[in-house]
Structures are given as C-alpha cells and as structure tokens.
C-alpha cells in the first residue's frame, strides 16, 4: 500500500491505472462533444481566450494519469469546440462586435467544470487560474498567461447557464460515451432499471428556493402579463383554493403571490418511494423549490475502465 492512502483510496488508485487503456481509446479521439446548435461562427472570431482540443499525447505517461484528475483527463480526451457556438448562441454574444473583447465561452465552460471539480467559489478560482499552480489549467482552457477571467465575469457566466447546466448536463456526456461505443449494455440480472439500453438510474434531489413560498399553485403563466382581454389564468382557484384575483396594479405583470426571484421555482411533494417503489411515510417532504435528477450509470460505475466514466 502506498504511504498516506487508505486501503479504500490505494484499491481504488490501483484499478483506475489498471484499467486505463489509452490504446483501446485512440481510434475514438477526440470524443466531440454533442452540441444542438449548427456549427456556422464565422472562420475568425474576436475573443481574449481560444480553447483548442489539446490531444491525447498528455495522458501516455502512465504514473501522470494514475495522479491527474478526472477533468484532466476528460480535457485530453473530449474535444468541447462543438459547443461554441450554442453557448454563443445561448449567451446571446454579438461576435466580432462593438465593445469589450469578450473570453471565449468555451473556456469559460470549461472554468464551471473546473470549479464543480475543486469545489472552489469564484474568487479562488479566479486566483488559481491566474497563479503558477493554475498555469496547466490556463492552458487547457485556452486563456493566456495574463489574461485569465474575473470571478465576477464566471459568476456571470454561470448564472446565464445554471439552468442548462443542471438540466442536461449529465445527459449528454452519456450520450457522447454511448455514441463512442464505451459504454457496455444493460445487465438483465440487475436490479438498475434500463434506460435507452443503458443501466442509467436517477438519483432525484430537492433544492430550496431563496425565496419564501406564497402559493402551492404557482406555475409558468403567474409570470405572464395580465389584461382585460386576456385575463391570467389562476391554477390555485381552478383548484378550488384562494387563489388570486390578480386584478389590482401589482398583479399587472406577474401575479403578486409569485416568486419573482426564483421564478422556476414549484411547490414539490416528496412521498418518500424510492426507485424500486418502495416507499417510507417518514422520509416524505414538501419543498418550495427545485427537483434536478443526477444520471448514474448503475453497477457500471463500480465496475467499467476508468475510461467509461
């Protein structure tokens, strides 16, 4: 056992190099990354960063990737120049336009999975990438040396894209994995419910908005201008509850009993059951908030080459 390890971290270490095969890998690489945007930005674009796909020659020294991270190993191995142009697109960027120079929105993609990864908040992310530690990071993400974002300008980014990231985000990494033929079928035998031929489970979690709840009936169109023509719908009377009028000056644009900050927030009721159906009284709860499901990929992840995660 190597000093410093326990024996859950050394068995762990030992089959994560074992079962690497940057070999097997080649012929699939680079792995593209799935974009839903056409790929149609002009030849030069104007930004103080450019990501490129770095390639697969930094993960053939066998004792670096049994240290590097998985982000450092998933960089050599999936090219995310695809996504340029729907995060432009989604970023609503005016390209080679009037103004400041913006970074490229590949890297700063990049930044929110390198934060998600070292659990750092935006200051000290801000500070690694522009330290000698983060000159890797720097490289990899495309910016230069001296020009590495503010957290101000990746907390920007992260709030225009949070809901985009949660949603699908692991969605499509399984996608690009089961399009590279990675990603074994599912096992009848097992317990993990098969989902497009995978054995891909979701792990439901609840999340609490900012703001305190007014209406257990609050949907999409309580944020919907309201006139006389066209009165707003109220799904809490229609429900034989309350409700609102939303007839006053302050319902004018959004229903006064909505949350304005949290406007895709819902009232959620968990019964407590599981996947499996089963279900316990005790673990039920309410929440005014949000429900976002992580995909996991069933016994795979306990079993499959470090090169299938």
Not at 19 to 43: E, G, I, N, V
Not at 230 to 252: L, M, S, Y
Not at 288 to 294: D, K, N, P, Q
Request: proline residues 8%; charged residues 20%; hydrophobic residues 35%.
């Amino acid at each position: 056992m190597r000093a410093g390890l326990t024996a859950v971290a050394a068995r762990q270490a030992a089959a994560r190099l074992g079962a690497f095969d940057l070999a097997a890998l080649q012929p699939h690489l680079p792995l593209r990354f799935p974009s839903t945007a056409a790929q149609d930005l002009p030849q030069y674009c104007r930004t103080r960063s450019w990501y490129r796909y770095p390639g697969w020659a930094g993960l053939t020294e066998r004792e670096a990737v049994a240290h590097s991270s998985p982000l450092y190993i998933a960089l050599h191995l999936i090219d995310f120049s695809p996504l340029r142009a729907e995060l432009v697109q989604l970023l609503g960027l005016q390209v080679n336009g009037r103004g400041g120079t913006p970074f490229d929105p590949v890297s700063l993609f990049l930044c929110a999975l390198l934060r998600w990864e070292t659990h750092r908040g935006g200051d000290k992310l801000a500070q690694l990438l522009g330290s000698a530690e983060g000159a890797c990071w720097r490289r990899l993400c495309g910016f230069a040396p001296d020009d590495t974002p503010a957290s101000s300008t990746m907390r920007s980014f992260f709030r225009h894209l949070r809901t985009t990231f949660t949603r699908d985000r692991c969605p499509r990494f399984i996608a690009l994995l089961q399009q590279a033929g990675l990603l074994p079928p599912h096992d009848p035998h097992t317990a993990t419910p098969a989902r497009a031929g995978l054995p891909l489970a979701t792990d439901g979690m609840l999340h609490t908005a900012h703001s305190t709840m007014h209406c257990s009936r609050v949907t999409a169109t309580c944020y919907q201008p309201t006139t006389t023509e066209h009165p707003r719908p109220c799904p809490a009377q229609e429900a034989g509850q309350e409700g609102c009028a939303c007839d006053t000056e302050r319902c004018a644009q959004q229903c006064c009993r909505s949350t304005p900050r949290d406007p895709e927030a819902r009232f959620v009721h968990y019964s407590g059951r599981n996947q499996e159906g089963e279900e316990d009284p005790s673990r039920a709860r309410d929440v005014y908030g949000y429900r976002s499901y992580a995909h996991l990929l069933g016994r795979l992840l306990q079993r499959a080459p470090s090169h299938y995660r």
